[in-house]
């Protein structure tokens, strides 16, 4: 069992959520109007770092290749749709809601998807992630930072913001943080969080793997007559436990 859109950001104690859209909205407009509306010119609120609307990630990541990542979108969301696979699962995470894609229904009735989950397509899927993808402030980051944080972000939008402030934009620090996360929640609430752990820390591995074959690219790139001049350790760090979960 792997975490899935939105669902396992504490419970949702004390985060916040984006307010559903009217539901006086005109009932002719089909899905793909209705999800275009219901996040126009929404931005995040928060300031500093995790605002992500252009601004500066505070430390320069060191794990990270320059640039933007809108054009790395398509294989970060054939990245994401992996790990969360296309089986319709019931009450998932102990929420009670059904999920498809690794969207909970309550997010896809957010986002304007009227029909039945089992029913959710992949088409209607992206139309769905790529307005997460938009809101999450991905595009403004450098790959593979972007993957890092926008598979997190559609697991759990507040943690990832929070986390990425916290690691200050370092890939490393990212992901340990996360695995933190991951167990910390398993340790104060077994019953609903500890089967899912393995399959947690099994997708953490995943990304570890993906940066660290990035980073081994890339640094053949830049200097050929020494491939292995750069070595990425991605292992996890040993980071203060912190309130941040």
Request: net charge positive; proline share 7%; glycine share 8%.
């Amino acid at each position: 069992m792997i975490d899935r859109t939105t669902k396992i950001d504490p419970l949702r104690q004390g985060l916040e959520q984006t307010p559903r859209p009217s539901a006086d909205r005109p009932s002719k407009k089909n899905f793909q109007q209705i999800l275009s509306e219901s996040l126009k010119d929404n931005t995040t609120a928060s300031a500093g770092p995790s605002a992500l609307e252009g601004a500066p990630i505070r430390g320069l990541p060191q794990h990270c290749v320059p640039g933007p990542s809108e054009g790395d979108y398509e294989r970060i969301i054939n990245i994401v749709f992996g790990h969360e696979g296309k089986s319709l699962v019931k009450n998932d995470g102990g929420t009670g809601e059904s999920s498809k894609f690794g969207i909970l229904e309550s997010t896809a009735r957010q986002y304007g998807y009227k029909g039945e989950m089992g029913k959710l397509t992949r088409q209607d899927a992206e139309a769905i992630y790529k307005k997460l993808w938009e809101k999450s402030g991905a595009a403004n980051l450098p790959y593979p930072l972007s993957l890092v944080h926008f598979d997190t972000y559609v697991n759990s939008p507040a943690a990832a913001r929070r986390i990425l402030e916290k690691s200050q934009g370092d890939v490393d620090a990212y992901l340990s943080l996360r695995q933190q996360r991951y167990k910390r929640l398993a340790e104060l609430r077994p019953e609903r969080f500890a089967r899912y752990l393995k399959g947690w820390n099994n997708r953490i591995e995943n990304l570890r793997a993906l940066v660290t074959q990035e980073l081994t690219t890339t640094a053949r790139k830049a200097d050929p007559l020494r491939p292995n001049s750069l070595v990425a350790d991605l292992s996890p760090l040993k980071i203060k436990d912190s309130a941040l979960f």
